[in-house]
């Protein structure tokens, strides 16, 4: 393999890599201050360098072990900032290393870590300040037993070393005990230090984001603008979610809260350049918050940045998109959707398209409430809509009129640059023509290709797409086994052959955590926090008045 193409694993390895020499380094300079020194080579120092330059030698070097420990959590999170640490704090480490001992063995060993991550600065591409990296506890309890090892191994040592009668070497072990005792205690204060101030300054959780935060005309106009960003990015406006937003402000990460679950819904929305920061981001922050992280509804290209990530990753369905150039009615394929779609519009049904803001919210609310009356779970939240007035007001919505009344209606999600469309609240009366929601959906398919869309989203059949195997993931057979059992508890099957009469193109969906283990915990808080709780998963439609 040449050289250029053994690079891009090199980069790959390159954070961890990095970490493990950080890490024995590190061990080595807090090891090395805490034993005693070569008595030959310490006299042969003393004959030429003076008394406060060894002293200041051997004190910085051991704050130095320490400083390279936490810097590991850094390098492995690809920080810019911890790469430039290590690299100066080697190099200043293998300079001191003469004057603490004539160490030129650990001078050459750590020159050596110094020029290995030399080489890699690319692949440390996040910008973050280090002040703000959230080194976690199990890393910080990791570097006090790192110290506390080393602290012991040169308490032993000294205490089990012979002088013989030479008086001399007697002093000079006395004072380099006393010099490693002072290393030792100087690297457990700062190491306090850090911990109490991980403790003091451990970011707050970010707020709940609403229409009355002034944040919100932020998250507006990322939205306006955002590169690639798929309709549910308009789920941001919902008013129940909390943000990250990245440096530049143009990029933003949202997310909810339920107990211990800290649950990314979608990828970063922005600038493509942040996306991998603001990951990163809410990682660690969830981590500083002893949280469990979650990021649900993945597509395949979040997939590389999961894995750069370490997550786990399992699939929890498929999703319906129609690419609207191919969409036609013609065709015996489609002869049961034209009948349904010519019937309704013979018999007076009228499609429109009201601008946001401009859509009647009196009528809606009734057909909204009448539905509502005939379907369990009440209004949604988190990772669905639900009936808001203010919420609503947000989009375009397309409305269904019959003998001049509203009967049903659909709000939309559009994006920026017009890669895709999609309908968020889909709500009819009861006396709404038969199969309108087939005559809905046509109307709105053409209107879609007419205003420059490129595809429409049907959204999510959960489940859809798992497999069945004697070697596939026990949640993917669960999974399937509840897509072909479950339909007493959600329509799983029915929802995927409704959307199959557009022929779409169906792509996978993803969760992904930390831990594998962790997955079906968050799956159960993402159901609670779209369904309000447990009341909400268990009201039932209210009864028709007899």
Known sequence: MSAPEFRPAALAMAPTLSAILAVSAGVMLLTSGATPSEPTRFALLLAFAPDLLIEISHFVS???????????FGLRSRLDGAWWAAVITLAAAALLAIFK???WEETALLSLCCLLILPFHEAFPRKAALFRMEITPAWLLSAAAALG???????????HTEYADKSWMRLMGDQDAARALRSSVAAAIVLLAIGVWRMISTPAMPPVVDDTDPEFDRVRAILA??????PGANLALLGDKRFLFSASGESFLMFGVRRRSWIALGPPVGRRDERMELFWRFRELADAHAARAG???LGPDDLPDSVDLGLAIQKTGESAAVPLAAFSLVGRRREVLRRNWRKAGEGGAEFEVLAAGQAPMEALKEISDAWLGHHAGGEKGFSMGGFDPRYVAEFPVAIVRFEGRIVAFATLWTTAHKSAFSM???????DAPKNVMDYLFVELLQWGRDEGYLAFEFGMAPLAGLQDRPLAPIMSRVGRLLYERGEEIYNFQGVRRY????????QPRYIAAPRKWAIPFLLADIGLLSSGGVSGLTKRPKRSAT
């Open 499 to 506: 959307k199959d009469k557009y022929d779409p193109v169906w």
């Open 62 to 72: 051991s704050i130095l072990g320490l400083v390279l420990l936490l810097l590991a």
């Open 225 to 230: 603008k955002a590169e690639d960003a798929e």
């Open 149 to 159: 090892g080393a602290t012991f191994c040169g308490w032993w040592i000294f205490n």
């Open 295 to 297: 990021f649900y509804a």
């Open 424 to 430: 968020d609240l889909m709500r009819y009366s009861d």
């Open 101 to 103: 001992g004539l160490n």
